[in-house]
């Protein structure tokens, strides 16, 4: 699976992003409260769960969709021009 921050910066443009099929967030994690566990969805339909399975991420650079129980801390990065 592709990473977007292999091949992106924080700071790209938006232009830039879009040539590359990338949206505007830069680091889509959270951290579930229960174990700990910091997640991040690194591409599109990158559904990731945390270590005991209470919480999920999904969405790479283009959405974030969290879920679970209640107990994620969101960690979102945007794009430095967003």
Not at 9 to 23: A, H, S
Not at 27 to 33: D, G, R, V
Not at 45 to 72: L, N, P
């Amino acid at each position: 699976m592709t990473d977007y921050q292999d091949f992106t910066t924080k700071d790209m443009p938006i232009g830039e992003r879009r040539k590359l099929n990338v949206g505007n967030i830069w680091s889509n994690s959270i951290k579930c409260t229960k174990c700990g566990d910091v997640i991040r969805s690194k591409n599109r339909h990158d559904f990731v769960r945390c270590e005991c399975g209470a919480v999920f991420v999904d969405g790479g650079s283009w959405y974030q969709r969290i879920g679970g129980a209640k107990g994620a801390e969101d960690l979102t990065e945007l794009y430095d021009d967003i």
